[in-house]
């Protein structure tokens, strides 16, 4: 399965989660090759909105372009949700952070599985 | 151009108007064909969310299958939007309705062009 297809098949699994706990949640269409900023997926319930960017990787850190980061900042900034980005690494469980979790580089903004597990939010989390 | 590839053509310039009046706005991936409900168009900004089910038709009116205004309005239930009905007929400008607005048939729901004249809103009424 390639890269795209695995993390096609995870933000599947996430949206699957979302509507288990009654959360309608949805993927967008094209993200990342629309000229306008768009999360990969926005679940909601009555009280609160989540804007979702998700990465899959088998590796014990992610690196995140700056402006994927500022992408997702400016598309929940005017929609009226939250910014997360969901981590799942090495095919665990998914870690939910915020962007003042990840750690700024020169370039980019760093997800760790070490930031994940001492500042990230599990799903169950998350959506308490 | 397929009728397909029309309706999604007339989905981005919808998406469009939302940006430029900025409104946060996703088409989002595979609606129709997910287990899930999913409105063609999710639009919000800080006070307002809309779920919009798009259509295009050459004709005076349009017929919604009634599962898909019922998908409309669970999915705009759980994730706290407003369901709106957006309908352009004859390349006029897009009209949006209230499923109250649409008139129920034996299987469908029926919006016309004449419902929309008389009770839809148009796209700069929508936002306000």
């Not at 699957?16 to 993927?27: E, G, L, P, S, Y």
């Not at 979702?52 to 700056?66: A, N």
Request: with cysteine; net charge positive; aromatic share 10%.
């Amino acid at each position: 399965m390639s890269q795209k297809a695995k993390g096609t098949n995870a933000e599947r699994q996430l949206i699957h989660k979302f509507w288990a706990q009654r959360w309608a949640a949805i993927r967008t269409a094209g993200s990342g090759s629309q000229k306008y900023p768009s999360p990969d997926i926005l679940a909601g319930n009555n009280l609160r909105k989540l804007a979702i960017e998700c990465k899959v990787t088998k590796d014990k850190s992610k690196y995140l372009p700056k402006n994927e980061i500022h992408a997702l900042k400016e598309f929940s900034g005017l929609f009226g949700a939250e910014p997360w980005i969901a981590v799942k690494f090495n095919n665990k469980d998914w870690y939910f952070m915020s962007i003042e979790d990840l750690k700024e580089t020169e370039n980019s903004y760093l997800a760790s599985e070490q930031i994940a597990k001492n500042k990230g939010l599990l799903f169950e989390e998350v959506i308490k």
